[in-house]
């Protein structure tokens, strides 16, 4: 059974930091794509990054390149993503999901999800 089980989220003035995890169980990710996405109350869910388990390819929304790091720890199964120079815009929910293969930006496109860390940015 595939579990991805985020942790991090928080509540952090403008400007700051935060480290999200994803661990990963299950099955093996190694043909995978790990994305982040979040949702903001009212809105749709949005791609914010994504990167491949074999390989390390990486991808960014316009809106965090150059503020958010995503990166993977292949000996303990964990995705992470390093929020810096946050903005009170990226207050959302917070989720981690897979696809396998190829990445892709639509939610729609990706087959496990986690339960989503709650991250809030105070201004």
């Known amino acids: 059974q595939v579990q991805l089980v985020e942790s991090g989220g928080g509540l952090v003035q403008a400007g700051g930091s935060l480290r999200l995890s994803c661990a990963a169980s299950g099955r093996t990710f190694s043909s995978y794509v790990m994305g982040w996405f979040r949702q903001a109350p009212g809105k749709e869910r949005e791609f914010v990054a994504a990167i491949r388990w074999s390989g390390g390819g990486t991808y960014y929304a316009d809106s965090v390149k150059g503020r958010f790091t995503i990166s993977r720890d292949n000996a303990k199964n964990t995705v992470y993503l390093q929020m810096n120079s946050l903005k009170p815009e990226d207050t959302a929910v917070y989720y981690c999901?897979?696809?396998?293969?190829?990445?892709?930006?639509?939610?729609?496109?990706?087959?496990?999800w986690g339960q989503g860390t709650q991250v809030t940015v105070s201004s």
């Open positions: 999901a897979a696809r396998y293969v190829v990445w892709s930006v639509s939610p729609n496109e990706y087959s496990y």
